[in-house]
Every structure is written in C-alpha cells, then in structure tokens.
C-alpha cells in the first residue's frame, strides 16, 4: 500500500501551491491538484507545508564510544522528528572514524538501528592527531561523503595541503573545522563582552578566521572542495565571499544558534550557551545572516552536539562544548527568520534540501516526480514551547528551552516509510 499526501502545501517557485502527493514503494509516483485513487494510505496534511526531507551535514551521533551522549538509534530519532531524513556523522568518535571497518560498523549500526540515511564523514588525520592522514581511497570505498577533522583544527599547514591534495585526487570535499589552538587554547566562549565581564578567557575571532584564509589559499592551491564548517566570525565570511568571487572551490555552513543568538545573548554562566565555535559579537551575527542571504554561506547545518546533564553541569569553563539542534532546527530559522522577514521561506528550505544535496553531490532534496521519497510535513500554525523534556535526543543540552516557535515536524518520510508522526498530525494547532 502506497501513501496519499492530501491537500499539503508544496512550494512552487516560492509560493505555497496547494498538491497532492501519493508515493508507492520509495519513490514519489505522482503529484497533481487531486488524486484520486484507491488502496493507498491516505494523510490529510491540509494547510501543512510539505517539503523535501531536510539534510543536515553536520551531525554528532556520538556512537561509538559515546553512547551515555547519543547512540545511533536515539540521535536518528531525533533527526526524523526535527524532519530530517539525511544526516551526515561526524568522525571524532572513539575509536575516530578513520579506519573502512569503523565506517562499515557505523553502516551497519544505522541500517540495523536508525530511522534516517546516515553518511559517515571520515577523519582528514589518523585519530584526528593531525600527524598522518587517513588511507582516505579506502574510507571512499567504505562510504565516506567528506573528510574532517571536525572538533580540532588541523594545526600544520603542510599536513593540510597533503590532506587537499590527497582529497581533491578523489573527488571528496574537504570539511574543516577552523581553530588555531595557539590562540583558543583555555577559551570557554569568545572574547568579548561577556567574557570580560565574567573573567572568563576567550576565543578571539581570529582563531577560526585565520585558519580559513589559510585553507581557502591551500584549497585554490590543489583544486580541492574546501567547506568551512560552522562559519562564526564576519572575517571568515569575507574571506569565503571573496574567495568566491575569484571563483575557488570554497563553501560553507552555519547553525541556527549563530545566527540567532550573539555574545550579548549569553543569561549568565549556563554551560547550555557553551558550544565551539562559541557565539559571538552582534557584528558577527549579522555579517552570518548577511552572508547566507547573499549565498557567501552556502547552507544550515545543526551541529547537533549532546552531552549528559552531568556533564553540562560542571560550569562555563568545565563543561563540554556544545548543544543539540536537530529537533529545533527549523522551528527557530522559520519563527525567527522567515516569519519576521528576514528569509523567505524557499531561501530557508533549500539551503536545507535542494542546496545541501548539490553541494555534496547527494541525489535527495526534491519533491518531484520520479525522486525518492524523502519528505518533511511542517504546522507553521501550531505555536509549541521547546520543551527538552520531550526530546528524543539523550541530549536536552538546548539555550532555546521554553522559547515559543511555529514551524514544528508532524510527519517524516524516509524512502517512503512514515518515521515519525506526530500525535497533533493534521489536527490543527498544537497544543
């Protein structure tokens, strides 16, 4: 038995087009004004947006070695119910994804236990030491999408431009995080107003950009695809704007909080608005948004990162770095960002679907006839309170606990299975 998708809302050159959607199998059959045929499952999604289900390049599923944080199943969970259906996992797991047998382990894993297609990213270094790059043919071969040393940055120039040599031979982005240890080590949030008034140390601005002018020189250097992981500073997005424009292989990503939350923002000392890199002063919040409207950043990524309470708790300086982000993503871009008219709807949903997808060569993101059916069903009606307690995630590690959206899941399709539902699906306003 197929799925009818009735009376949804897709979007058709921006604008909200009233469609009905049926699927048979895994793929989307058809799409009209009406359908109207027999023995299939029909969903009334009236006044709900349909979109292609969201991609979320940068994803902490923290298994192996983490599972107090995250396992596979519990973080894929949390994906569909944030309406993602594509994650890629990030390789600063232990052991580091940096061996074909880690990749197949973490394959098998997610086939066996997830719910949404996950793609391993493996690391640029062995155990991510930055001393000696990955056999990175054999972690292609294995299932790689990218490579990345993601939670460190990779210190030695020469190791970096071997690693893009080496990347760029087999066709595999380049996905960095941006840190000179020289100039973050000991920093718990950015240098700026709030770690002046707390006495706390900072991490300067130029601890990330500084790393990404290096790269993107590197990166024009050996032709490799560069992607700068969550872009933070107004310096990085200048240089990633211009490396553009002299036509450089060179993209980039940022997260919800960071466009949506700056130094200033910070309550108090709550390990909960701790994450790396931190956030930063209001200039750089706006040059993000600047910078996503004018395409310098090319797509939104969560940075899902859990952590236990226990370890959340242990104070500013102490705890981990990081929050969870996938079930809130949209939510908050679409209440904070396209309600009050800073994006468009379409601009949104595509540097989450169509964008992503093109980026890294992935054959999702659509909903046409004929694609795979991947799909998000989303209430921009129903206004709900972020409540961490109802979380899939293990982590309830949030800064937004309590703030009100519209924009949440009530549906999620994965290769033409439903894998989450919500109990208010198609009941109107969520209570």
Known sequence: ?????????????????????????????????????????????????????????????REPGFEAKETIATGTAAAARGGFTTVACMPNTRPVIDTPETVSRILSKAQEEGCVRVLPMGAITVRE?????TDMQALKEAGIVAVSDDGVGVQSSRMMKEAML??????????????????????????GIFSEKHGLKGIPSEAESIQVGRDILLAEATGAHYHVCHISTA??????????????????EVCPHHLLLCDEDIPGADPNYKMNPPLRSRRDREALIEG???????????????????????GMQLAPFGIVGLETAFPLLYTKLVETGAFTLQEIVDRMTRIPAELFHLPWGRIEEGADADIAVLDLAGEQAVNPEQFLSKGKNTPFAGWKLKGWT?????????IWQSEQQGKGDIE
Do not use: W, Y
Request: glycine content about 8%; aromatic content about 0%; some cysteine.
């Open 129 to 133: 030491l930055g001393e000696e790059l």
């Open 235 to 252: 310096e990085s997005v200048r240089l990633v704007r211009e490396a553009k424009q002299r036509g450089a292989r060179v993209s980039a």
């Open 1 to 61: 038995m197929g799925i009818l998708l009735q009376n949804g809302l897709v979007l058709i050159n921006g604008e909200k087009v009233k469609r009905d959607i049926l699927i048979e199998g895994k793929t989307i059959a058809k799409i009209a004004e009406k359908i109207e045929e027999e023995g299939h499952q029909p969903i009334d999604v009236t006044d709900q947006l349909v979109v292609p289900g969201f991609i979320d390049m940068h994803v902490h599923l």
């Open 166 to 191: 080496r990347a760029a031979s087999l066709d595999l982005p380049v996905v960095a995080h941006c840190e000179d240890d020289s100039l973050a080590e000991g920093g718990c949030v950015h240098e």
């Open 410 to 418: 009530t549906l999620t399709i994965c290769d033409g299975s439903i």
């Open 292 to 314: 996503l409207k004018d395409g310098s950043i090319d797509i939104i990524v969560t940075d899902h990162a859990p952590h236990t309470a226990e370890e959340k708790a242990r």
